[in-house]
């Protein structure tokens, strides 16, 4: 469970709406985009590894939508630093997400 802080500064980020649809809804969860693993690992809960989606979306990262979840940013290796790897937001297009809440567009072609 992420503390209240952490949580509100994810939702001021993303504005409450689905990286991967672009759609607002009521049913948004934090996703880990650095799987934690059974044991978990120190850096899982920083922004940079925190995005929010449906949640409907969320569970199907782990079956069917993992493969094109891992091409577009969503899941990455819990030994990348999440700060350096680009994240296909559906209304952003490629970003990098930031520790500090803020999130760098960049200009891909």
């Given at each position: 469970?992420?503390d209240?802080?952490?949580?509100a500064?994810?939702?001021?980020?993303?504005?409450?709406?689905?990286?991967?649809?672009g759609?607002?809804?009521?049913?948004?969860?934090?996703?880990?985009?650095?799987?934690?693993?059974?044991?978990?690992?120190?850096?899982?809960?920083?922004?940079?590894?925190?995005?929010?989606?449906?949640?409907?979306?969320?569970?199907?990262?782990?079956n069917?939508?993992?493969?094109?979840?891992?091409?577009?940013?969503?899941?990455?290796?819990?030994?990348?630093?999440?700060?350096?790897?680009?994240?296909?937001?559906?209304?952003?297009?490629?970003?990098?997400?930031?520790?500090?809440g803020?999130?760098?567009i960049?200009?891909?072609?």
């Amino acid at each position: 469970m992420l503390d209240k802080k952490l949580l509100a500064a994810l939702r001021e980020r993303d504005g409450d709406v689905c990286a991967w649809t672009g759609l607002e809804t009521d049913t948004l969860v934090p996703h880990h985009r650095a799987n934690r693993g059974a044991g978990g690992f120190k850096g899982a809960d920083r922004l940079s590894n925190l995005i929010l989606v449906d949640s409907v979306v969320n569970g199907r990262f782990e079956n069917d939508l993992q493969r094109r979840a891992q091409l577009l940013g969503f899941k990455i290796s819990r030994y990348s630093d999440p700060e350096t790897i680009s994240l296909f937001h559906k209304v952003h297009g490629w970003v990098l997400l930031k520790d500090d809440g803020s999130m760098v567009i960049l200009n891909v072609e």
